[in-house]
């Protein structure tokens, strides 16, 4: 078998966010006297780290970050988290996996109990072996830190091992590993962006990932 740990990305790879995450965003710049209608440009929050994503599309500043996000979970452990949908074809795909002994680990940058809410409410859950995303108190948020805790806590090996993601963030962290990355194309990750991050390979939709993942 080509890969016989994949860790997964939730946000834009396992399930579609796009309404909880921009509605918990707006919700969170609203408390911090940010007017934001349109909730279309917020859509690069999908799969970013949160506190620097806040910095870096609306200037916040490291301290104000921190409090946006606090609020940003407010309407979100309350509404966003439900506000959500898996893409078809993903809980055949988990399931063949699993029959195929498969190690599926989740790797989120979304708070491991966020992550684990979400999982269960769609009947996920029991299909991996483990779920792993940032912690509540802003510690272990970048994906590259994520990986790492993965690789360590749970004795993966590098090799057979994939991150499975949307954005870049993902190429990036699985690289700083030392394991290969897989980007999908159904995601919130634009074409140029996936090309510029250096995945070792692209699939367009989940049946191609299917595909590739069961060699």
Wanted: glycine share 8%; proline share 1%; aromatic share 10%.
């Amino acid at each position: 078998m080509k890969y016989s740990t994949i860790l997964f990305d939730l946000d834009g790879t396992i399930t579609d966010p796009k309404e909880g995450i921009t509605k918990s965003v707006q919700f969170a710049l609203k408390r911090m006297g940010i007017e934001e209608n349109d909730l279309e440009k917020l859509i690069p929050f999908i799969g970013a780290p949160l506190k620097a994503a806040f910095q870096e599309f609306y200037g916040l500043s490291e301290n104000e970050a921190i409090k946006a996000i606090a609020f940003y979970r407010e309407y979100f452990a309350d509404k966003g988290i439900f506000e959500n949908k898996v893409y078809e074809g993903i809980e055949d795909l988990l399931s063949e996996l699993k029959s195929k002994n498969k190690r599926l680990i989740l790797a989120t940058s979304k708070v491991s109990s966020f992550a684990l809410r979400i999982m269960r409410h769609f009947g996920l859950a029991d299909y991996l072996d483990e779920i792993v995303g940032s912690n509540l108190d802003g510690t272990r948020s970048e994906k590259t830190e994520i990986l790492r805790y993965i690789l360590d806590t749970y004795k993966v090996l590098k090799e057979g091992t994939v991150m499975v993601g949307d954005r870049k963030y993902d190429a990036v962290a699985a690289a700083a590993n030392g394991i290969e990355s897989i980007a999908v194309g159904y995601g919130y990750g634009s074409d140029e962006e996936l090309k510029n991050a250096n995945f070792t390979l692209y699939e367009k939709d989940v049946s191609a990932l299917k595909a590739e993942l069961m060699k």
